[in-house]
């Protein structure tokens, strides 16, 4: 039988190609689908966003084992039923219409993973509607909305003002080169992250609140 402790161990390793093996046969084997999930996936991540919040971890290591537990993930998903994942929160997040940077956008994505997070990136350029669509689908508690552009900034407010409309109870989180605290407050954003490490603190802090 797998050992899910070492599922888990790989995870924080970011040995993506044992992660994905190693649940591939402890499924084949019988064990508990969500035993594997909540003893061995999430459990190891959470560890890997530890030691990050420490210092004992830096980007690339947050970034592997993302890796490896997406690729995990994978394995597991087509047996999962809807509510088996207890993650930290839910997370729709793309950047906003008429802007095509992604790169920040990818590395929080990562980061929330890491941290727990069950993230659906939608992409760049996004309409507003579209952010609504996804966030009904993936019944998200959290949206995250970039724009690096001054010339893509308002886009935001959109997304908000859209979000408010449909009466989705999940709140919108903004960031990007060009957005501040002040234009987040202006705009009615219900959080502002400067940066890929202070996203993740804010998502937990409005998941929780």
């Known amino acids: 039988m797998v050992d899910l402790i070492k599922i888990k161990d790989n995870v924080i390793k970011g040995e993506v190609d044992e992660v994905r093996d190693m649940v591939k046969k402890a499924v084949d084997e019988g064990q508990e689908v969500k035993r594997i999930l909540n003893e061995a996936l999430l459990p190891g991540i959470s560890i890997v966003g530890d030691k990050y919040e420490k210092g004992e971890f830096f980007l690339p290591e947050m970034v592997i084992a993302a890796t490896a537990m997406r690729e995990g993930l994978k394995v597991l998903s087509p047996f999962l039923a809807p509510g088996d994942i207890e993650a930290a929160g839910t997370v729709v997040m793309g950047t906003a219409k008429g802007d095509i940077h992604d790169i920040g956008k990818s590395i929080v994505g ?66 990007g080169a060009s957005i501040t605290q002040e234009f987040a407050d202006e705009i009615g954003a219900d959080g502002y992250a400067p940066d890929a490490s202070s996203a993740v603190k804010k998502a937990k802090e409005l998941v929780k609140g």
Not at 130 to 148: H, P
């Open 110 to 175: 990562t980061m929330l993973e890491g941290a727990g997070f069950m993230v659906t990136d939608i992409g760049v350029d996004v309409d507003p509607s579209k952010f609504v669509e996804a966030a009904k689908e993936n019944n998200a508690n959290l949206i995250g909305v970039s724009a690096l552009l001054t010339t893509t900034m308002m886009g935001l407010k959109d997304v908000i003002e859209t979000v408010k409309e449909a009466g989705l109870k999940a709140k919108v989180m903004v960031g």
